[in-house]
């Protein structure tokens, strides 16, 4: 679990931040102009990456805030049930249970490959280890 701090200025539309102990994609930010004796602020829209919900942020522009470093790999897929797949790291070959993702897309693949074992034993998936948490980003 590695985080980092980085100053909310700095980042932009696609940068991960954590909120709340949640990793968000940042969707959209808007810097306003600082009133009379205050500070300029930075709106932020974001969305969980494990929980999909929406956050609004108003925060000042000079504000440190955490930012999760992503570690990305390519696992192979053991098997597909219902809720879960299991997946074995192409590099450490460590095998861990992770949940189906909430992109339709990936749904739609993962209910594909699980009709045919065939295809399920040559797919690849690529996974972001993020806070100790796993998501599934992309099925080759």
């Not at 919900?53 to 219902?82: M, Q, V, W």
């Not at 790291?89 to 992770?98: A, H, K, T, V, W």
Request: overall charge neutral; glycine content about 6%.
């Amino acid at each position: 679990m590695s985080i980092r701090k980085t100053e909310i200025q700095k980042l932009k539309a696609g940068s991960y931040i954590i909120e709340d102990g949640e990793p968000c994609l940042i969707k959209s930010m808007e810097k306003s102009k600082s009133g009379k004796h205050g500070h300029a602020k930075m709106k932020v829209v974001c969305v969980g990456l494990f929980d999909g919900n929406k956050r609004s942020l108003t925060i000042p522009s000079g504000h440190i805030i955490d930012t999760p470093d992503i570690f990305k790999g390519s696992a192979h897929i053991n098997f597909i049930e219902d809720v879960t797949l299991q997946i074995m790291d192409n590099e450490s070959y460590e095998s861990f249970d992770i949940e189906w993702p909430k992109e339709q897309d990936l749904i739609n693949k993962l209910r594909e490959l699980k009709q045919d074992e065939d295809k399920m034993s040559h797919s690849t998936v690529e996974y972001w280890d993020l806070l100790g948490r796993k998501i599934i980003k992309r099925i080759f």
